[in-house]
């Protein structure tokens, strides 16, 4: 599941904690520190009302956070509650463009990542002309899964990732990432099959009527929006045609105008208008229950771990029900206990 951490923080944490009781296994939340809520924060919260649930960004950057205080942040959550983090991190968005800074350089996302994974995994690290270490972090774990879109993006997510964390559930443009993560891990000398794959995506469960389907794609729309706007950086950079960027993935930002961030990630979102219903119905997990399963295991046969719920829209008690009593149990179906 993935939440944003707006406020009241406790209705985030009852959300978190309900998702341990349906079955899911990690809650994310997004990282804007203007726009929402402090993340890390409401993390201690949520690891001390839940049990087994791993918890982390969806995703931080290492722009407006100090890459030695991340760690630390990190660790001492681990410390306190078992190693239940996870960071994802990619190179910024929201969070530093509503101050006006710009994404980090591929470069310095591989640097950042080099800092901060040893340091929150217990080992020491050079820094700034400094070997530097957490001296009571020694048990700390903590993986990163990157967050990636492009070509490049998902070549560093190959080299030194421990997973990918891909923002839409598109079955084609699925496919074309993990391929070019795998082909990338190969390429340095890594295991592929050692890289988790993380699908994230609006999941909206509707009652098969027309009007549901309606409703659905419109509260869901403001994710076209949001991931038109990493698009369009990517376009910016390799074009629309060649073999670079996927047109499944660049053709539809052709009537994009802008970005409002005080609308990021909210639905009713007025510059999401240019989203086609189709990109919608693509990008999301939309319908009936049987839909949504049938979804999931196409992702799952591409090669997809976890598919992670974003949870922004008008129903989420309800999806959270849903995805608990009917999904879960089917698609992280159980073996018998006698044969």
Same mark, same amino acid.
């Given at each position: 599941?993935?939440?944003?951490?707006?406020?009241?923080?406790?209705?985030?944490?009852?959300?978190?904690?309900?998702?341990?009781?349906?079955?899911? @296994?990690?809650?994310?939340?997004?990282?804007?520190?203007?726009?929402?809520?402090?993340?890390? +924060?409401?993390?201690?919260?949520?690891?001390?009302?839940?049990?087994?649930?791993?918890?982390? !960004?969806?995703?931080?950057? !290492?722009?407006?956070?100090?890459?030695?205080?991340?760690?630390?942040? /990190?660790?001492?959550?681990?410390?306190?509650?078992?190693?239940?983090?996870?960071?994802?991190?990619?190179?910024? #968005?929201?969070? *530093?463009?509503?101050?006006?800074?710009?994404?980090?350089?591929?470069?310095?996302?591989? #640097?950042?990542?080099?800092?901060?994974?040893?340091?929150?995994?217990?080992?020491?690290? +050079?820094? =700034?002309?400094?070997?530097?270490?957490?001296?009571?972090? @020694?048990?700390?774990?903590?993986?990163?899964?990157?967050?990636?879109?492009?070509?490049?993006?998902?070549? $560093?997510?190959?080299?030194?990732?421990?997973?990918?964390?891909?923002?839409?559930?598109?079955? #084609?443009?699925?496919?074309?990432?993990?391929?070019?993560?795998?082909?990338?891990?190969?390429?340095?000398? =890594?295991?592929?099959?050692?890289?988790?794959?993380?699908?994230? %995506?609006?999941?909206?469960?509707?009652?098969?009527?027309?009007?549901?389907?309606?409703?659905?794609?419109?509260?869901?729309?403001?994710?076209?929006?949001?991931? &038109?706007?990493?698009?369009?950086?990517?376009?910016?950079?390799?074009?629309?045609?060649?073999?670079?960027?996927?047109?499944?993935?660049?053709?539809?930002?052709?009537? =994009?105008?802008?970005?409002?961030?005080?609308?990021?990630?909210?639905?009713? @979102? @007025?510059?999401?208008?240019?989203?086609?219903?189709?990109?919608?119905?693509? /990008?999301? $997990?939309?319908?009936?229950?049987?839909?949504?399963?049938?979804?999931?295991?196409?992702?799952? &046969? $591409?090669? *997809?771990?976890?598919? %992670?719920?974003?949870?922004?829209?008008?129903?989420?008690?309800?999806?959270?029900?849903?995805?608990?009593?009917?999904?879960?149990?089917?698609?992280?179906?159980?073996?018998?206990?006698?044969?």
């Amino acid at each position: 599941m993935v939440l944003q951490t707006d406020p009241p923080a406790w209705r985030v944490i009852d959300l978190a904690r309900q998702a341990e009781t349906y079955g899911f @296994s990690h809650v994310w939340t997004f990282d804007s520190h203007l726009l929402w809520q402090e993340p890390f +924060v409401i993390y201690s919260q949520i690891l001390s009302a839940t049990h087994r649930v791993l918890v982390g !960004p969806m995703v931080t950057n !290492p722009a407006t956070r100090d890459w030695t205080v991340t760690a630390s942040l /990190f660790a001492t959550l681990n410390d306190m509650f078992g190693n239940r983090t996870i960071c994802g991190i990619g190179r910024g #968005d929201s969070a *530093v463009r509503v101050i006006n800074g710009k994404p980090v350089t591929l470069a310095t996302l591989r #640097d950042a990542i080099n800092v901060i994974r040893p340091l929150a995994n217990g080992e020491s690290v +050079v820094h =700034r002309g400094n070997e530097l270490r957490l001296p009571w972090g @020694s048990a700390s774990r903590l993986p990163i899964w990157v967050a990636a879109y492009g070509p490049k993006a998902l070549a $560093l997510t190959g080299e030194v990732a421990d997973g990918f964390i891909l923002q839409l559930a598109d079955p #084609d443009i699925t496919a074309w990432s993990i391929a070019a993560v795998r082909r990338a891990a190969v390429e340095a000398g =890594r295991d592929p099959a050692a890289l988790k794959i993380c699908v994230a %995506a609006p999941a909206y469960v509707t009652d098969g009527s027309a009007a549901g389907a309606r409703h659905a794609i419109e509260q869901c729309r403001w994710f076209g929006g949001m991931v &038109g706007n990493h698009v369009a950086d990517i376009v910016a950079r390799y074009g629309t045609a060649g073999a670079d960027v996927p047109k499944a993935l660049s053709d539809y930002i052709a009537g =994009r105008e802008g970005y409002d961030y005080n609308a990021h990630g909210k639905a009713g @979102s @007025s510059h999401t208008d240019f989203v086609p219903d189709e990109v919608i119905e693509r /990008f999301c $997990l939309l319908g009936p229950v049987a839909r949504h399963i049938e979804r999931l295991e196409e992702l799952r &046969g $591409l090669g *997809v771990d976890q598919f %992670a719920v974003y949870l922004q829209h008008d129903a989420k008690d309800s999806t959270l029900a849903a995805y608990g009593e009917q999904v879960i149990p089917v698609v992280n179906a159980r073996g018998a206990a006698r044969t």
